[in-house]
């Protein structure tokens, strides 16, 4: 079995997890959650695998370089950050219900990398700009950063929910079950400040490894532009809560507008802009 078909696999682990995530949200079972994590595990373990042997099949060909270079090998990076970062946030903070909220968007990329016919999953050699031992440190910082923000906006939107509800007799059942409101801010804040510090070293990285392959530590490519767009977005987000005390909508609003800004800096940069970083895009 070769590492694509791993992928597949952990594919529909991811999507049968988020179905029933779904359905622990929707009619409060708590078993039907419980095989949700599990199966959410499982894709994780599945896919670390696939990980390792797609790095070792690049060694086999010749190639030899982390499985970190192209848009399919970026994306399925990021569905493991992604994964990894909430599983731990449930078992930390015994939230299961975040998943009927996270693991929809898993499930979406990773389907999106194994059968888009626009990505190519096919292992190459390196371009010269990306034949640099700063690949894995800017790409894996930067992703974990990513990882977290989604997290954060999944717990953006589940505190709209939430709120929408309060208070009302008629209240649906799947809404009165989410955790309380101040738990929620509580975790989105703590997801932001965790995604904003490994931004932060993943721009740190990137343009010292800007300045090793190009001679300039910032060119204001589109993809630099929009990243430090994103990073202030957070900082300004982290700055109103520390100095002027933003809490709930507020931050629930920024934490879903700061998801679409790296959604945009990941996707729409890749495949609307040309730039430096236009290899991302294949």
């Known amino acids: 079995m070769d590492s694509s078909q ?3 696999l952990a594919m529909i682990a991811y999507i049968l997890a988020a179905a029933f995530y779904l359905g622990l949200f929707l009619y409060k079972n708590t078993r039907v959650g ?3 994590m599990v199966l959410a ?11 390792g042997l797609r790095w070792y099949e690049s060694y086999a060909m010749g190639i030899g370089h982390a499985p970190l270079t192209n848009m399919y090998e970026s994306l399925v990076f990021f569905v493991w950050c992604t994964s ?9 903070f015994k939230t299961r219900i975040m998943g009927a909220f996270v693991m929809p968007c898993v499930a979406l990329a990773m389907a999106y990398a194994s059968l888009s016919a626009r990505i190519d999953d096919q292992i190459n050699p390196l371009i010269p700009a990306l034949q640099s031992n700063w690949l894995i440190a800017h790409v894996v910082t930067c992703f974990i950063g990513y990882g977290a923000f989604t997290v954060a906006g999944g717990l953006g939107l589940m505190y709209l929910l939430k ?5 009302r007799d008629n209240a649906p059942a799947m809404f009165t079950a989410l955790p309380m409101l101040k738990v929620i801010d509580d975790l989105t804040h703590k997801t932001i400040v965790f995604g904003f510090m490994w931004l932060s070293a993943g721009i740190i990285t990137g343009a010292i490894w800007a300045n090793e392959a190009w001679g300039t530590y910032w060119s204001w490519d589109p993809k630099e532009t929009w990243s430090i767009i994103t990073w202030f977005l957070y900082a300004s987000t982290l700055h109103a809560r520390l100095t002027r005390n933003w809490r709930g909508r507020r931050i629930a609003w920024l934490a879903i507008i700061g998801l679409m800004a790296v959604i945009f800096t ?7 802009l040309a730039g430096l970083h236009s290899y991302g895009s294949v």
Do not use: D
Request: proline letters at 0%; zero cysteines; glycine letters at 16%.
């Open 34 to 36: 419980l095989i949700g």
């Open 266 to 272: 990941y996707f729409g940069v890749n495949f609307l």
């Open 84 to 92: 990894l970062f909430y599983l731990g946030m449930e078992f930390r």
């Open 163 to 167: 709120h929408s509800t309060q208070g």
């Open 6 to 8: 791993l992928f597949g």
């Open 41 to 51: 595990v499982l894709g994780l373990l599945v896919q670390t695998v696939a990980i």
